[in-house]
């Protein structure tokens, strides 16, 4: 069992730069493969980015391509995506989730451990 907690959400201004945090603790969670979701209101939920258990391997979204970048510290079990470059429409609840690693895709039913998420707004 793990146990997902995101920060580093909150108010920024449009052409911005955010970083969230996805602390995940629990046995082995240096093993597991990490994504980062989105869902705005009134929309489904999105993959984001996604970083393999050790981080060498990486994928995000074309929406984002460019402007974020995942990284992962396992001494800190601390996965980060730093947003750069922020638009009004990413403004949206943040989630992160863990799995293990079977492919480069940012698929929801390929991470079984989810966090509480953490709000993005970009705004002026």
């Known amino acids: 069992q793990l146990h997902i907690v995101e920060s580093g959400g909150g108010l920024v201004q449009p052409g911005g730069s955010l970083r969230l945090s996805c602390t995940v603790n629990?046995?082995?969670?240096?093993?597991?493969?990490i994504a980062w979701f989105r869902q705005a209101p009134g929309k489904e939920r999105e993959g984001v980015s996604m970083i393999s258990s050790s981080g060498g391997e990486t994928n995000y979204a074309d929406s984002v391509r460019g402007r974020f970048t995942i990284s992962r510290d396992n001494a800190k079990n601390t996965v980060y995506l730093q947003m750069n470059s922020l638009k009004p429409e990413d403004t949206a609840i943040y989630y992160c989730?863990?799995?293990?690693?079977?492919?480069?895709?940012?698929?929801?039913?390929?991470?079984?451990?989810w966090g509480q998420g953490t709000q993005v707004t970009v705004s002026s």
């Open positions: 989730a863990a799995g293990h690693y079977i492919s480069l895709a940012i698929i929801e039913t390929l991470y079984n451990y």
């Open positions: 629990g046995v082995n969670s240096n093993y597991y493969a």
